[in-house]
């Protein structure tokens, strides 16, 4: 008997073999492979820091997604947020505008700095030359306070007339070509994002992603502390260390924290729903017997997680987790349903962790540590970030607009820099300070446009509403983001490749979780009360559907006869 119109239109997802679904199943596990490969490598290769590493992380995400296009593995109804997309694609707009080419003019008013940096080292610049040669000008600026080298009286250095340039017009980067590298990491991240978001199934961002990144933070976690107890001045017992503070495979163990600070919150979220808690959640009364044992292990691991960190030494990643708790913990209580009264009250008290937190991290700044520096009175490494950050500032008032150029940091930062300061700083150590000092107040408009959107539209929803109504892994997720967040004030975690794509996976979670949310409060609004006739009418149709799908796939016996009470 053939399937009623009714039927067809109805049958679950789950009727029907794999092609008349869409892409084949095995295309959906070999791009889902692919992202565990990325999640699972690039911790292991240094955090794939080396030009190398770092190439090989971008080529792989834009291929899984152009793989995953092709296929055909979009979810039905995915839409990539408006509210995240307008940010990102003006700030690729921006960045690519500081590697265009200018005329002198209009970069002395767009980024003044640059232009004074220009006519101060390129030969021909200010003058508006066309040809110069440079040692020629060179020895124009003899007895200059840099003391220019010049050849004796009567002696030639043979590179008269040897060495040209020709200034022309100059971009607002001052490393137009590490802006571009850059950039096309934008673009990766960008890739990912949407591969995450829209192209894996539900069942990996809800149940198979997220235990990767716990069991990998907490191997990660259990290698470091080996590590640490053996350690033989080199990473993986094989690889020689010459500078920084390593824990794990990353060289820097701020970058250790960071990363598993991320999976840990992760795992809390995680650990709530194998405890019972969530939407739409039944226990049954034996239900903590059978799964104690599972609780433990769980618990376990995220305890080892946290002694991790600890033992890494990084206060940038303790105090970003207890923050993270601080601010949690008040969104929840002011969002408490009580009197008014009462609600200020409560408000009051959820703000003493917070504050207990704040006074903790400066007690430690100022008092705490065993090395402080007599010039500042503070904590040495946090002194040495202030030194930095006072360098930063007339870098950005040189170039208040435009910025220096997206990763032409390292580059710009020694001539701005405090006088008698001879650290290197390669980064801020601050990514906000850093985007400002890049990309300038336009570039940083649009940053910051994107990141209240994703606190607005994904992060605050999660963090602000009762927390046994949220998903646990976008929980989770919202904790991990914010914690990173907290942690870029004095460090540069979402530079490291491996880092920004937990980053930017986590980010993923939390999206297609306010989508879940969403789908799951309309599910639970109560049915519209119907006449007897429509509920006979749509009894009808169910019956008929039934029948339909029982003769098709011989699941359910079709009825002998509609009784008369459901309709004609």
Not at 20 to 26: D, I, N, T, V
Not at 58 to 76: D, N, Q
Not at 187 to 213: D, M, Q, S
Request: aromatic share 12%; proline share 7%.
């Amino acid at each position: 008997m053939p399937i009623s119109e009714s039927a067809q239109s109805t049958q679950p997802r789950w009727v029907g073999d794999a092609s008349e679904q869409g892409a084949p199943k095995w295309l959906s596990r070999a791009v889902e492979s692919g992202v565990w490969l990325l999640l699972l490598l690039t911790p292991l290769a240094l955090g794939s820091v080396k030009e190398r590493d770092t190439a090989l992380m971008e080529g792989a995400c834009f291929t899984l997604l152009i793989v995953a296009w092709w296929g055909g593995l979009k979810r039905e109804g995915f839409k990539f947020p408006a509210w995240i997309g307008w940010p990102a694609f003006f700030f690729v707009l921006w960045t690519l505008f500081q590697v265009v080419p200018l005329p002198p003019q209009a970069l002395r008013i767009l980024s003044p700095g640059t232009y004074a940096a220009y006519s101060k080292y390129l030969p021909g610049y200010s003058t508006g030359e066309s040809r110069v040669d440079v040692q020629s000008w060179l020895l124009q600026r003899h007895g200059t306070p840099s003391e220019t080298l010049a050849p004796r009286t009567g002696e030639q250095t043979g590179m008269e007339g040897k060495l040209f340039v020709q200034p022309g017009w100059q971009p607002v980067s001052w490393y137009p070509w590490e802006t571009l590298r850059w950039l096309s990491r934008l673009l990766a991240y960008g890739a990912f994002f949407l591969l995450v978001a829209g192209f894996l199934p539900e069942r990996a961002l809800e149940k198979r992603l997220p235990w990767l990144i716990v069991a990998s933070g907490f191997t990660l976690s259990l290698f470091g502390i080996v590590q640490y107890l053996t350690w033989n001045e080199k990473i993986f017992w094989v690889i020689p260390v010459y500078q920084g503070h390593p824990f794990g495979p990353w060289v820097n163990s701020n970058h250790f924290a960071g990363y598993v600070e991320m999976a840990l919150l992760l795992g809390c979220g995680l650990f709530l729903k194998e405890a019972g808690f969530g939407p739409r959640r039944r226990r049954p009364h034996d239900f903590l017997r059978r799964a104690a044992p599972k609780l433990a292990l769980h618990l376990f691991m995220l305890i080892l997680m946290s002694g991790a960190i600890a033992l890494a030494n990084s206060r940038g990643g303790m105090f970003s987790l207890a923050l993270t708790s601080g601010v949690y913990f008040w969104l929840q209580v002011a969002r408490a349903e009580s009197g008014k009264p009462r609600r200020i009250a409560w408000k009051a008290l959820a703000v003493v962790p917070l504050l207990l937190c704040v006074a903790g991290m400066a007690y430690y700044i100022l008092k705490g540590s065993e090395i402080q520096v007599e010039e500042t009175g503070m904590e040495a490494s946090f002194s040495g970030r202030i030194k930095a950050w006072k360098g930063v500032l007339p870098m950005i008032a040189a170039n208040p607009l435009s910025g220096t150029g997206l990763g032409a940091f390292s580059l710009s930062y020694p001539l701005h820099k405090m006088y008698g300061d001879t650290m290197i700083w390669d980064q801020a150590h601050n990514e906000y300070l850093q985007v400002l000092a890049e990309s300038g107040l336009i570039g940083f408009a649009l940053f910051l446009w994107g990141l209240v959107s994703f606190w607005r539209m994904g992060l605050s929803p999660r963090l602000s509403n009762g927390w046994r109504l949220q998903p646990s892994v976008s929980l989770g997720a919202s904790l991990g983001v914010v914690a990173l967040l907290f942690h870029s004030l004095v460090d540069f975690n979402l530079q490291i490749p491996s880092n920004g794509l937990l980053f930017v996976l986590l980010g993923a979670l939390v999206v297609v979780g306010k989508d879940t949310m969403g789908k799951e409060r309309k599910s639970s609004r109560p049915e519209q009360t119907t006449s007897p006739g429509d509920s006979r009418k749509s009894l009808s149709d169910a019956v008929l559907t039934l029948q339909g799908v029982s003769e098709s796939r011989i699941l359910i016996p079709p009825p002998r006869r509609i009784p008369r009470w459901i309709g004609p």
